[in-house]
């Protein structure tokens, strides 16, 4: 009797084998059909952003995220017309940024680029803040109401704007007020979104803040001029493909 049961246990543990190379070989047959069909960037992309909006904490679900720095400069191909008027309106905000920041000489100093974001206008090293410190430079605040002319364009009253702060690794010197760069790259960007709602009448809905500390570099934590690179302010102007959202 018991020789007869292991039998039967042997049996039952046979078909699950079978079915395991079953699965596999589904799978691997999925695969090839996958890779031999072609595939519509566009519909991907937008099924990307979908499943990713799925997951926001924003109000509709979606999260604004940061993006590679993907360059569009040269405007990509398959843009639809609306898009094609948002690149080439920050286009035309970009050129005002850099002809102030050279009648200024911090065409070193603020950059002007649109990326796959938006435009990103970026203050880099102390031209906003001393080290360590937290309170707008009384020379920065001249170009604070600049840019927040800008923001109120008509073409841009749609549009959403981020404030980023950035520090790089060295360990922050007020270690009382702000014990880490986290506590200091945070209240820089809010310092900027108060800013522009007291002096300039941002609608606080469009603008938010937010600090990352030295974990979203530009340039490695290696050298001196690298980590000027990375203590910057980032005032992104989104792109409306980065949908509406506020605060829950």
Not at 4 to 11: G, H, N
Not at 52 to 77: C, H, K, Y
Not at 168 to 197: C, G, H, Q
Request: contains cysteine; hydrophobic residues 35%; proline residues 4%.
């Amino acid at each position: 009797m018991r020789k007869k049961k292991k039998e039967e246990k042997k049996s039952t543990d046979g078909w699950m084998a079978t079915y395991g190379d079953m699965v596999t070989l589904l799978l691997c047959f999925f695969v090839l059909l996958f890779s031999f069909s072609e595939i519509d960037a566009q519909k991907f992309q937008a099924v990307m952003k979908a499943f990713q909006g799925s997951l926001g904490v924003f109000t509709g679900g979606r999260t604004i995220n940061s993006a590679p720095d993907i360059d569009m400069e040269e405007i990509p191909e398959n843009l639809e017309t609306s898009e094609l008027e948002e690149v080439e309106d920050f286009k035309r905000l970009k050129a005002l940024i850099e002809e102030y920041a050279e009648e200024q000489g911090l065409q070193d100093r603020i950059i002007a680029k649109i990326e796959e974001r938006g435009l990103i206008i970026r203050a880099l090293d102390n031209v906003f803040f001393d080290p360590g410190k937290t309170q707008i430079k009384p020379e920065a605040k001249k170009m604070l109401l600049y840019i927040g002319d800008i923001l109120k364009k008509e073409e841009l009253k749609s549009k959403h704007i981020k404030v980023e702060g950035h520090t790089d690794s060295n360990p922050t010197v007020n270690t009382a007020l702000y014990p880490t760069n986290w506590e200091l790259s945070v209240m820089r960007a809010t310092k900027v979104v108060r800013f522009l709602i007291d002096n300039k009448n941002i609608d606080s809905k469009r603008i938010s803040a937010s600090g990352y500390s030295y974990y979203r570099p530009v340039a490695p934590n290696d050298t001196s001029e690298n980590k000027a690179k990375n203590r910057r302010a980032d005032i992104i102007i989104l792109r409306s493909s980065y949908g509406k959202w506020e605060p829950n």
